[in-house]
């Protein structure tokens, strides 16, 4: 399965993988067949894809399983798509697997250009995206639709977690290095937001393109600024090179600090907590927060070679969890009827918590404040963060008056 599951191809049709076998017959409609299907569109082989790409698949699948889809007389299946982080790949594979292959909805579209393409196409055609991998808070602020719902984290979030955080251990200057995204601009955007409302400044920026692995430079000119704090507005592959070469620049050693506004569990495990240690950053799940979270990373880590779950790879799960009840619990796979089920319906599960979905499509949970830690305090290969806060749902995302989205009144 494994092997399948890495040879996901582009393409306008993707491979199929279906995941509860057998004819189910929903027992509420008449006797009418439900048959649902879910797209999972990510980075597979790109900077992305080790805190997306065929995790998520593996994770999808879980959520199928803990629903026990089959039991409840849905079938479920699952097709896995390779979209580049080009929006124009991206729109091809979404639009032939809703007009071809009868996709009901999208799922993870990690990458923030090709989501709000994604975006729009599922708004045209009256399907669903389920977002957990892409940053922009623009996808529930002014390019919110209804039929978008962003799950895990976006920009607003960790600038608000980890930007503030910063601002409040004295660093009130700042100098970005940001990808050349909409991610990028849209994460550098809100955290300049928060430094500046706190009294500090924006010294300068620098753009790179995605998959750069030159960074010496943005270091540069980020060192000759002389802002106390170093934005990193980068994820994947780019955030794990961009901080290897600040360690070679002395970046950290001259006296400023390293802020990580896309970092994930598996960054700092390629970089090792050598480099890591000390960072701080934000995130909607770890895998050894609690006993229900460690539950779930160990079932994922046993599928998927060992490795820990992201926080993408566990709102891919929740997302598709939630998505599920409603299913069940409306009678039906309406797009309109089970949108507004999840909007109607609390979150509850084991990763996310207690929640809800807002109307500008909004998933609102609890995010967390984490700091990496040294060396000498890991037990373990995965044993990476520390806790130093939890950001209450009430407080960890921005609120419906401030977000410009059309569907709010």
Same mark, same amino acid.
């Given at each position: 399965?494994?092997?399948?599951?890495?040879?996901?191809?582009?393409?306008?049709?993707?491979?199929?993988?279906?995941?509860?076998?057998?004819?189910?017959?929903?027992?509420?409609?008449?006797?009418?067949?439900?048959?649902?299907?879910?797209?999972?569109?990510?980075?597979?082989?790109?900077?992305?894809?080790?805190?997306?790409?065929?995790?998520?698949?593996?994770?999808?699948?879980?959520?199928?399983?803990?629903?026990?889809?089959?039991?409840?007389?849905?079938?479920?299946?699952?097709?896995?798509?390779?979209?580049?982080?080009?929006?124009?790949?991206?729109?091809?594979?979404?639009?032939?697997?809703?007009?071809?292959?009868?996709?009901?909805?999208?799922?993870?579209?990690?990458?923030?250009?090709?989501?709000?393409?994604?975006?729009?196409?599922?708004?045209?055609?009256?399907?669903?995206?389920?977002?957990?991998?892409?940053?922009?808070?623009?996808?529930?602020?002014?390019?919110?639709?209804?039929?978008?719902?962003?799950?895990?984290?976006?920009?607003?979030?960790?600038?608000?977690?980890?930007?503030?955080?910063?601002?409040?251990?004295?660093?009130?200057?700042?100098?970005?290095?940001?990808?050349?995204?909409?991610?990028?601009?849209?994460?550098?955007?809100?955290?300049?937001?928060?430094?500046? *409302? =706190?009294? !500090?400044?924006?010294?300068?920026?620098?753009? %790179?393109?995605?998959?750069? /692995?030159?960074?010496?430079? +943005? &270091?540069?000119?980020?060192?000759?600024?002389?802002?106390?704090?170093?934005?990193?507005?980068?994820?994947?592959?780019?955030?794990?090179?961009?901080?290897?070469?600040?360690?070679?620049?002395?970046?950290?050693?001259?006296?400023?600090?390293?802020?990580?506004?896309?970092?994930?569990?598996?960054?700092?495990?390629?970089?090792?907590?050598?480099?890591?240690?000390?960072?701080?950053?934000?995130?909607?799940?770890?895998?050894?927060?609690?006993?229900?979270?460690?539950?779930?990373?160990?079932?994922?880590? *046993? =599928?998927? !070679?060992?490795?820990?779950?992201?926080?993408? %790879?566990?709102?891919?799960? /929740?997302?598709?969890?939630? +998505? &599920?009840?409603?299913?069940?619990?409306?009678?039906?796979?309406?797009?309109?009827?089970?949108?507004?089920?999840?909007?109607?319906?609390?979150?509850?599960?084991?990763?996310?918590?207690?929640?809800?979905?807002?109307?500008?499509?909004?998933?609102?949970?609890?995010?967390?404040?984490?700091?990496?830690?040294?060396?000498?305090?890991?037990?373990?290969?995965?044993?990476?963060?520390?806790?130093?806060?939890?950001?209450?749902?009430?407080?960890?995302?921005?609120?419906?008056?401030?977000?410009?989205?059309?569907?709010?009144?």
């Amino acid at each position: 399965m494994m092997g399948a599951l890495m040879g996901a191809r582009t393409g306008t049709r993707a491979c199929l993988y279906g995941l509860v076998a057998g004819l189910a017959v929903w027992t509420g409609a008449a006797g009418a067949e439900t048959r649902v299907r879910i797209g999972v569109l990510s980075d597979m082989s790109g900077p992305y894809s080790d805190l997306a790409g065929p995790g998520s698949v593996v994770a999808a699948r879980m959520a199928v399983e803990d629903f026990k889809a089959a039991q409840k007389g849905i079938t479920v299946d699952i097709l896995s798509g390779n979209h580049q982080n080009k929006a124009d790949i991206g729109s091809v594979v979404a639009r032939s697997w809703i007009d071809q292959d009868g996709v009901d909805v999208i799922a993870d579209v990690t990458g923030s250009p090709v989501a709000l393409a994604v975006s729009q196409i599922v708004k045209d055609k009256n399907k669903i995206q389920l977002n957990a991998g892409a940053a922009t808070a623009d996808l529930t602020g002014s390019k919110c639709t209804p039929n978008t719902i962003h799950w895990t984290y976006d920009t607003w979030a960790n600038a608000n977690g980890t930007g503030r955080a910063m601002v409040e251990r004295g660093g009130r200057s700042w100098f970005f290095i940001a990808v050349d995204q909409v991610s990028g601009q849209t994460m550098e955007r809100d955290t300049a937001a928060v430094v500046k *409302a =706190a009294g !500090g400044q924006v010294l300068g920026s620098a753009k %790179h393109p995605l998959g750069t /692995s030159d960074f010496s430079s +943005y &270091l540069l000119r980020a060192q000759t600024s002389g802002a106390k704090v170093v934005g990193l507005a980068s994820g994947g592959e780019d955030m794990v090179n961009a901080i290897k070469q600040a360690s070679e620049f002395g970046i950290v050693q001259g006296g400023q600090s390293i802020a990580g506004l896309f970092t994930f569990i598996t960054d700092i495990h390629a970089l090792g907590l050598k480099l890591a240690q000390g960072l701080v950053l934000t995130e909607a799940f770890y895998w050894d927060r609690d006993e229900a979270s460690r539950a779930f990373s160990k079932r994922f880590a *046993a =599928a998927f !070679g060992g490795k820990m779950p992201t926080q993408v %790879h566990a709102g891919v799960y /929740s997302s598709i969890l939630h +998505y &599920l009840k409603a299913v069940e619990a409306a009678g039906t796979k309406d797009t309109t009827t089970v949108l507004a089920r999840m909007r109607a319906q609390p979150i509850d599960d084991a990763l996310f918590g207690k929640g809800e979905v807002r109307v500008d499509g909004r998933a609102v949970h609890d995010m967390f404040l984490f700091r990496v830690k040294a060396p000498e305090q890991s037990k373990g290969e995965w044993d990476l963060y520390e806790t130093l806060a939890t950001i209450p749902a009430a407080e960890a995302f921005r609120p419906l008056s401030q977000g410009n989205c059309p569907l709010v009144q």
